[in-house]
């Protein structure tokens, strides 16, 4: 049975790659999660009382603590999931990011790579760190009709994405100086279950339904590749486990849509699941939770488009979605109408809904 380290596995990501990997596979996990504003821990619920699980509090910056878990818990790979990642917050304090996004990576490489010269060559082949980074790293493909792929030049826009990109060059250098034995792989936007009410669908499902306005940055027309995050969990485990060292991989759902798409689909699904409308929204003129759109003053330094080939992760490791985005965005938004009380459980503390929506 291998043995894995998931760093941020208390996030939405790192949740469902939890997840997934103790109902899915035959390994044993160990979830190492500083527990900030977006980590939480009933998201893993489902899973916290099985024997293969395990969870540590703790900062991937505290060397003592990290070198101690490798210690203990003897990985056969890490999957480095730990990050700040929303943009808005990075653009408000962007010193967060820098902390955890490089100096945190660069901490774990350095202990990773001390725990692996000290493996036995049978080990120590075997050992894969894995970086899970993002899309946005490579900047603005505008309406060029281009798609990002693993030879795409980096060209970050917002300093969340400037800390993941120097994560990203932190993690090759490690291997091609000491050899590390790491692969990589750049997703697109992830949608589905537990995720944070900060991010676009959550907050515009959250909102719908509260009968509050639904904020859209700019005129909408920004275009996102959305890949459900079960989905993306998959892609994750193929990766780590069959991909080959040295080598990056995009993960994309095949789903290019625009915000207002986004939007505006969410409220034709709500429109079709919810009879007991806000009021907000039984007053508009056609009674739809579109009504509620807002559009708000432009996020600064905006990317216009993103878009992933995830052809070679297809054709080398033979993976491919299993949702389009009309089944993962029902799925998605029928999880929410069943889960208030999860949702409710964060509104009512630490948020409360920064920047995206701000009329300033």
Not at 38 to 47: P, T
Not at 125 to 130: D, G, I, N, T, V
Not at 253 to 268: A, D, H, R, S
Request: glycine share 6%.
């Amino acid at each position: 049975m291998k043995t894995i380290i998931v760093t941020g596995g208390a996030g939405f990501i790192g949740s469902a790659l939890i997840r997934y990997l103790i109902t899915s596979t035959d390994t044993k996990v160990i979830n190492i999660d500083k527990l900030t504003y977006a980590g939480n821990l009933s998201s893993l619920d489902s899973i916290a009382s099985h024997p293969n699980y395990s969870f540590i509090q703790a900062d991937i910056c505290d060397n003592k603590a990290m070198k101690q878990a490798f210690e203990i818990h003897k990985p056969d790979f890490i999957m480095h999931l730990a990050a700040e990642s929303h943009v808005d917050r990075s653009i408000d304090g962007p010193s967060e990011f820098i902390q955890t996004n490089i100096v945190g990576t660069y901490n774990l490489l350095e202990v990773a790579r001390e725990y692996w010269q000290n493996l036995d060559d049978e080990l120590k082949q075997a050992f894969r760190f894995h970086h899970i980074s993002t899309d946005e790293v490579y900047g603005d493909l505008g309406d060029s009709g281009k798609m990002f792929t693993e030879e795409t030049p980096y060209d970050p826009s917002s300093p969340y994405s400037a800390s993941k990109a120097s994560s990203d060059h932190l993690v090759r250098a490690w291997q091609r100086t000491y050899g590390l034995p790491v692969v990589i792989t750049n997703c697109s936007n992830n949608y589905g279950p537990y995720h944070f009410p900060e991010k676009l669908i959550p907050l515009v499902i959250i909102n719908a339904l509260a009968g509050n306005p639904l904020p859209i940055y700019g005129d909408g027309s920004q275009i996102r590749d959305w890949l459900y995050v079960e989905d993306h969990a998959r892609a994750l485990y193929k990766v780590v486990s069959e991909g080959e060292t040295g080598e990056t991989y995009n993960i994309g759902g095949f789903n290019e849509k625009t915000n207002l798409e986004v939007v505006t689909t969410i409220c034709t699904i709500l429109d079709e699941l919810i009879t007991n409308k806000p009021e907000t929204v039984i007053k508009s003129e056609d009674s739809s939770f579109s009504s509620l759109i807002t559009y708000v003053k432009d996020r600064p330094g905006h990317d216009l488009r993103y878009a992933i080939d995830a052809s070679k992760i297809s054709k080398e490791l033979n993976w491919q979605p299993q949702e389009t985005f009309e089944s993962g965005i029902r799925k998605t938004v029928q999880w929410y109408l069943a889960n208030e009380k999860w949702y409710q459980a964060i509104l009512n503390g630490s948020y409360q809904g920064q920047r995206l929506g701000l009329m300033d």
